[in-house]
């Protein structure tokens, strides 16, 4: 079992940043990738980013790449998100998440344990 919460959301304007921080406890945390999501009202959770659990093949939505950095500290049992030149489009909660698979995946149903989010709101 793993439990993962997350932290660092708040209140930005445009072209700020912010880094999210997901924090996990249980055992075997070194051994899971990790990803990122987001849901904004009335929208789908959607895929940000994901990174293996050596932290290599990080892997980005296309709406967040070049603005957006998945990290982990596995001594820390962390993972990061900083982001960069925030937009109101990028106006969500966050949720961090687990998985089991060996390869970074990009769809939710991957993924087995989920944290209770964060909000980030970006006003323009």
């Known amino acids: 079992q793993v439990q993962l919460i997350e932290s660092g959301g708040g209140l930005v304007q445009a072209g700020d940043s912010l880094r999210l921080s997901c924090a996990a406890s249980g055992r075997s945390f070194s051994s899971y990738g990790m990803g990122w999501f987001r849901q904004a009202p009335g929208q789908e959770r959607e895929f940000v980013a994901a990174?293996?659990?050596?932290?290599?093949?990080?892997a980005y939505a296309d709406s967040v790449k070049g603005r957006f950095t998945i990290s982990r500290d596995n001594a820390k049992n962390t993972v990061y998100l900083q982001m960069n030149s925030l937009k109101p489009e990028d106006t969500a909660v966050y949720y961090c998440a687990a998985t089991f698979s060996t390869v970074v995946p990009k769809s939710s149903l991957s993924y087995t344990y989920w944290g209770r989010g964060t909000r980030v709101t970006v006003s323009s």
């Open positions: 990174i293996g659990w050596s932290g290599t093949m990080p």
